[in-house]
């Protein structure tokens, strides 16, 4: 057997897009879309495969702007590694980044000029992430144009709960990317940022009322059940789990949309779970960070 032998095409490109998050973005676009009063549910499928295509252009710049600094400390990242070249990456993030917003510009200029802005988020989380600390901040600001693109595109549009919400899942995204940034280092984790892991808990406590308030709480207790035991497995010494502790926390933010429309009463509202189980099962072959 060749233990040398390259990736598949197919699994390279999977790899650079982090595919295995693609549920979370789905989840993130039916959350918004409900909040902002549903709608014409054939947009909000154009909607969803646009910011899905966004996400994809995103994850493949990343690599592209981190292609030296792979070469020196992540060698088996596909560029670095030889799977493919710099310049295919490019390529293929920038079209990735072009049929985005090509997918909704018909969809009205607020729409359109949201998604320039998301485009812009994505771009200068590339650009500045490995030289500020503070990029987690635009990672979560990058989350929360998921939101309001897709609310923009629904029936009453972006409003208070879709804003509040959609803030609540940019700092918990933020706080889960400061996580992350101990991944490479093997060094004991903070844990400060898991303050942020808590902004949905509480942002649903301050809005979620009436008869959204019991299913509220009960989503809450399965947030904050999930982030504690992902959380936990970063407690041993080295913080040899981090990648672990990342990558389930992605995956929860399938529960945090849940949580933020727990009170929606829909046979659609299983979707989620079933989003959620397939994000742990696609991290079992395609790494998630």
């Not at 949309?257 to 727990?262: E, G, K, P, S, T």
């Amino acid at each position: 057997m060749n233990l040398n032998r390259r990736p598949s095409k197919l699994r390279t490109l999977l790899v650079l897009g982090r595919v295995s998050n693609l549920p979370s973005v789905w989840s993130d676009c039916l959350a918004a879309w409900w909040l902002g009063g549903g709608g014409n549910s054939w947009i909000l499928v154009c909607v969803t495969v646009s910011l899905s295509l966004l996400y994809e252009g995103g994850m493949f710049l990343n690599d592209a702007f981190d292609a030296g600094f792979d070469r020196n400390h992540r060698r088996t990242r596909p560029i670095p590694s030889g799977a493919i070249s710099e310049m295919e990456v490019w390529r293929w993030g920038i079209g990735w980044m072009v049929l985005g917003v090509a997918g909704v510009a018909w969809l009205g200029a607020k729409t359109l000029v949201l998604a320039l802005l998301l485009c812009a988020c994505v771009l200068a989380y590339n650009v500045i992430h490995k030289l500020t600390p503070v990029a987690p901040l635009v990672m979560g600001a990058c989350r929360l144009g998921v939101y309001l693109v897709a609310a923009s595109a629904s029936a009453n549009g972006v409003g208070g709960e879709v804003i509040w919400k959609g803030l609540a899942l940019a700092a918990y995204v933020a706080g889960l990317s400061w996580l992350a940034r101990k991944e490479s280092a093997r060094v004991k984790i903070n844990y400060w940022p898991c303050i942020f892991l808590a902004a949905p808990i509480f942002i649903a406590g301050c809005v979620d009322n009436g008869s959204w308030a019991a299913p509220a709480r009960a989503f809450s207790v399965v947030v904050a059940g999930w982030a504690i035991w992902a959380i936990s497995r970063s407690a041993g010494r080295g913080g040899a789990n981090v990648g672990f502790t990342v990558s389930r926390l992605l995956a929860g933010i399938v529960l945090v949309d849940l949580l933020a429309v727990a009170g929606v009463a829909s046979p659609w509202v299983g979707l989620f779970g079933a989003w959620f189980v397939l994000a742990l099962l696609l991290q079992r072959f395609i790494p998630a960070t």
